[in-house]
């Protein structure tokens, strides 16, 4: 039954965008009459002040996820429990939470934003199949002065999941991007992309593919400009990446490449697997926009966030574009209904 499954929202970093996309967002599933039922966490006193700020015609109520009501967007009761064993600092926290002071990286941002995020996680694990989650944005450097040892999300979700290494896949209509290396800095590249992690992340791709876009082809990029140009320009191509790709074909498994990074990213659609993350995202974001979705591929749950961050140069005035964290919800429900069929 559709009235059973539940997107669960965490709020992300409350000092950026994160609570006014998330209430726009809800507002406007309402107002569309989208199935399934909106939870979530965050300290209901801010979400209901900032939702008469706003002027949103939207119901509140507190409740816990087991009854949440398919007419408004229902909240946790905050404090919310939280199962994993969190650091002392992200303990520091009260009924009424006092807000960050500015829309910067902060630790109080950092605390809140871990703290709805674990308690989210909780919620949707105790029900993966009917239950989705959908991350507002969140400061990675207000994350990292709370004492969150991960990256960001996906490999954050990655250790609550009990998975070593998901896939990160920004995804929109025409074009979708895959990640082999998700937050390494450049420096250790070299050793981030390997022939083994190369195949574990193209086989998530071609998996999802196969249930959300069946009949296409996932195009795998080169590490190298112009795919190495036969050795020229590097050897990975001649010495592992080709080889690799060669073998998964003669197993029926759709995929092309190596592909030079700038042709095939050049024509704005296809669905791809980069090797890091400046060289997909920059294009996909370029071309997908607002309706450009992160989804989180290999866990034992649905996960999605928009593509875009905190957004702290235009927090607290009112004019975040929710259109992002939509399209999130969408891909969440699409998601959850692939696993029910």
Known sequence: MSGDRLLVLSMGDPAGIGPEV?????????????????????????LDGLRRRLGLELRLVVDDGTRARPDGLTLAPWPPPVEEDPPTDLLIHEKEPTPPALPAPSLAGGILAWLSLAAAVDI??????????????????????????????????????????????????DLSVGLVSNHDPLARLPLAITAERVERKARLALAHLARRH????LGVLALNPHA???????GEEVEWLGPLLESMRREGLPCDGPLSADAALARGKGRLLAMYHDQGLPVFKLV????????????????????????????????????????ALAEAWRQLEDRAA
């Not at 199949?129 to 490999?155: D, Q």
């Not at 069946?214 to 082809?217: F, N, S, Y």
Request: charged share 20%; proline share 9%.
């Open 124 to 173: 949707v694990g105790r029900d993966p199949v009917r239950r989705a989650l959908v991350t507002a944005p969140v400061c990675k450097e207000s994350l990292a002065r709370a004492g969150f040892r991960w990256p960001g999300h996906t490999e954050y979700l990655g250790w609550r999941g009990g998975v070593a290494d998901p896939l990160m896949w920004m995804c929109s209509p």
């Open 214 to 217: 069946p009949g296409e082809r």
């Open 288 to 327: 997908a926009g607002a309706a450009g979705v992160n989804t989180t591929l290999g866990l034992p749950f649905v996960r999605c966030s928009p593509g875009h961050g905190t957004a702290f140069d235009i927090a607290g005035q009112g004019r975040a574009d929710e259109g992002g964290l939509f399209a």
């Open 22 to 46: 998330l209430l726009k967002a809800a507002a406007r599933w309402m107002a569309e009459r989208r199935p399934g039922r909106l939870l979530a966490v965050a300290p209901p006193s801010w």
């Open 228 to 234: 190495g140009d036969g050795g020229v320009l590097g």
